[in-house]
Nanobody, 115 residues
Framework: QVQLVESGGGLVQPGGSLRLSCAAS????????MGWYRQAPGKQRELVAV???????NYADSLKGRFTISRDNAKHTVYLQMNSLKPEDTAVYYC?????????WGQGTQVTVSS
């Protein structure tokens, strides 16, 4: 019903930046939430940030100030600007989409922060 296509992951050095993108397609209603979660090796999946149709945002406390989430409603696309990256940011980042009572997940894109 909804497909999510992610891009922007890769390898960066500590202190560097990356921008992730996720475009949704399919049956899209007028009100939906999009965002990002991540899962590091040996850890549970955790919230990174989400943004609603009303552009209200919610960040993980530890990431607020370094990461910025935004969305383009015309393109049904969400972005995650990641600055001042740290090795502990290394994880698989998953795009998240929710409308009404249904959740959708992207394939996941690897972000590796290493010197």
């Amino acid at each position: 019903q909804v497909q999510l296509v992610e891009s922007g992951g890769g390898l960066v050095q500590p202190g560097g930046s990356l921008r992730l993108s996720c475009a949704a397609s399919g049956i899209i209603f007028s009100i939906y939430t999009m965002g990002w979660y991540r899962q590091a090796p040996g850890k549970q999946r955790e919230l990174v940030a989400v943004v609603t149709s009303g552009v209200s945002t919610n960040y993980a406390d530890s990431l607020k100030g370094r990461f910025t989430i935004s969305r383009d409603n015309a393109k049904h696309t969400v972005y995650l600007q990641m600055n001042s990256l740290k090795p502990e940011d290394t994880a698989v980042y998953y795009c998240y989409f929710r409308q009404w009572q249904r959740d959708y997940w992207g394939q996941g894109t690897q972000v590796t922060v290493s010197s």
